[in-house]
């Protein structure tokens, strides 16, 4: 199923849409769940690797939690990207646009050469090609790339917005750890969001910003942000919002390909079960070689592409 670029365009048009005037997403299943009671997978940036999308989907069934969600780039990358989608698609409640999802179903924007050529080879695995295509398979992922939505809140709640890259910029913008020293930038992020928690992927690095309110009870340039990294944090850490003092943005890291110096895989579960709602980072770790030899054999895909997956950088 084919879907006309204006409507492709309208999304990637709409990520900077203030979220007070967007209506949310509504998951088909999201009214068997109450956002109090739900434990939630949180996997982001998978980039068809299904080594490690197998390994953190056999690590979630032992959670014990109530539902996946994916926050975008499931391909892009490395080298399978109809087997990662086939996968997402069947585990996820749903999952969000990436700029790599994007970049497949228009175009690559403002990728450097190695990561442009994967994208159209990515592209090409979409099209129906070969005696054993089936027109069927075909069109199933192509209409689930295509309705990937660029944000969405948990059961319709604002409290909680999911976005791939920030809130402000939902496909593009990167909020970098470092990024605490520029107050002015995540001031902006935070006040972009419509409630106390957010839940973006992108870096590829785990961890939380933190926001507290100024003394006129805004977020502002005044306000004091903090950064915990996810491989520094003992347990789960509390989304603590302090009498509504402070607000949260989550990275779960990546599935596929992180960045970090670790080269486990990376997720993340959000336990909205007790009082104060809790995040815990999980790392888990994958034959990260054979996906590196997977990419070695594609002609399109750089060997860098797999070499960054043995250092997780
Ligand atoms: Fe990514």
Avoid at 10 to 20: C, E, I, K, N, R
Avoid at 97 to 126: K, M, V
Avoid at 135 to 142: L, N, S, W, Y
Avoid at 148 to 165: G, I, P, S
Wanted: charged share 25%.
């Amino acid at each position: 199923m084919k879907v006309p670029p204006s409507r492709r365009f309208a999304a990637f048009l709409g990520v900077d849409l203030p979220f007070s005037s967007c209506r949310a997403v509504r998951s088909s299943c999201s009214r068997w769940y109450h956002l109090s009671v739900v434990r939630t997978a949180i996997i982001s940036d998978i980039h068809a690797n299904l080594e490690a999308l197998e390994v953190v989907l056999a690590d979630i069934r032992e959670q014990e939690v109530d539902r996946i969600i994916c926050l975008g780039d499931v391909i892009g990358y490395g080298p399978d990207p109809c087997a990662c989608i086939d996968l997402v698609q069947e585990h996820c409640q749903f999952s969000l646009l990436g700029n790599h999802d994007f970049a497949c179903l228009l175009e690559p924007t403002n990728f450097n050469p190695i990561a442009a050529q994967g994208s159209y080879w990515t592209r090409a695995q979409f099209e129906p090609a070969g005696d054993d295509h089936d027109p069927a398979v075909t069109a199933r992922r192509q209409s689930f790339l295509h309705l990937m939505k660029t944000y969405a809140f948990l059961d319709d709640d604002r409290d909680y917005l999911l976005v791939h890259a920030s809130p402000k910029k939902p496909l593009s913008e990167y909020l970098f750890r470092d990024d605490v020293q520029k107050p002015s930038k995540l001031a902006t992020a935070f006040q972009s969001m419509p409630g106390a928690h957010a839940f973006v992927g992108h870096t590829h690095v785990p961890g939380v910003f933190s926001g507290e309110l100024d003394g006129a009870g805004r977020i502002s340039t005044e306000s004091l942000f903090d950064f915990e990294y996810g491989n520094e944090l003992s347990g789960p850490f509390a989304l603590d919002r302090q009498d509504g003092q402070m607000r949260f943005i989550v990275n779960p890291g990546s599935v596929g390909q992180p960045r970090d110096g670790d080269r486990r895989a990376s997720y993340a579960v959000l336990d909205t079960t007790g009082e104060t709602p809790t995040v815990e980072f999980l790392r888990l770790s994958y034959p990260a070689e054979v996906t590196a030899e997977k990419i070695r054999r594609i002609d399109q895909l750089a060997d860098r592409l797999g070499d960054r997956l043995l250092v997780g950088e």
